[in-house]
């Protein structure tokens, strides 16, 4: 099974007790923004998933796939 940048971003929030808006505010993203990245409706651009493995320490790589790049917000 394949792990996605979703899935990871999800349990990294559960996994500290984050609510959604602690967790936007922690790697630095709207709230919104946050929520859409969660539902694998966005997809974390390559500056934008650098700074979540900065914070959360979730590789990179979980970001990448073949669909369109969601802008960094």
């Not at 923004?33 to 997809?43: A, C, I, P």
């Not at 073949?66 to 917000?73: I, L």
Request: aromatic content about 8%; glycine content about 8%; proline content about 3%.
């Amino acid at each position: 099974m394949v792990i996605s940048g979703a899935d990871e971003l999800r349990d990294w929030a559960a996994r500290r007790g984050f609510s959604q808006v602690e967790a936007a505010d922690y790697i630095g993203v709207s709230e919104s923004f946050y929520s859409l990245l969660v539902n694998g409706k966005h997809r974390a651009g390559l500056t934008l998933a650098l700074r979540i493995h900065d914070r959360t320490g979730i590789p990179v790589q979980v970001w990448a796939d073949t669909e369109p790049v969601a802008s960094d917000r």
